[in-house]
């Protein structure tokens, strides 16, 4: 199993910057993409970003120009620095892992516990 834990939430006006961060700990071997995905208030969880680990980014187009997203496979850790930030980018944002098991052949997806962002106008 793989446990993540994020930090770097908070409240910010529109316009000012925050950055999540993200640990992973348990069965790091198995992890292959990180990322983050949010959820607002009333719609699905979509995904914000995601990299794998040689680094290719997968970025929403939504975010794409104001969000980064790295990672250090040395700390097991993924960043999200998130910039220009807007009241709709106001959500919970969740963490994620994408590991695989060669033992089982299953590929399985482990969520942070959520921290949240809030933009005012």
């Known amino acids: 199993q793989v446990q993540l834990q994020e930090s770097g939430g908070g409240w910010v006006q529109a316009g000012g910057s925050l950055r999540l961060s993200c640990v992973a700990s348990?069965?790091?071997?198995?992890?292959?993409?990180m990322g983050w995905h949010r959820q607002a208030p009333g719609k699905q969880r979509e995904l914000v970003a995601a990299i794998g680990h040689d680094g290719t980014t997968n970025i929403a187009r939504s975010v794409r120009g104001r969000f980064t997203i790295s990672r250090d496979n040395a700390k097991n850790t993924v960043y999200l620095q998130m910039d220009s930030l807007k009241p709709e980018d106001t959500a919970v944002y969740y963490c994620?892992?994408?590991?695989?098991?060669?033992?089982?052949?299953?590929?399985?997806?482990?969520w942070g516990q959520g921290t949240q962002v809030t933009v005012s106008a």
């Open positions: 348990g069965d790091i071997g198995s992890i292959n993409a």
């Open positions: 994620y892992t994408d590991s695989y098991f060669p033992a089982t052949m299953r590929d399985v997806n482990y």
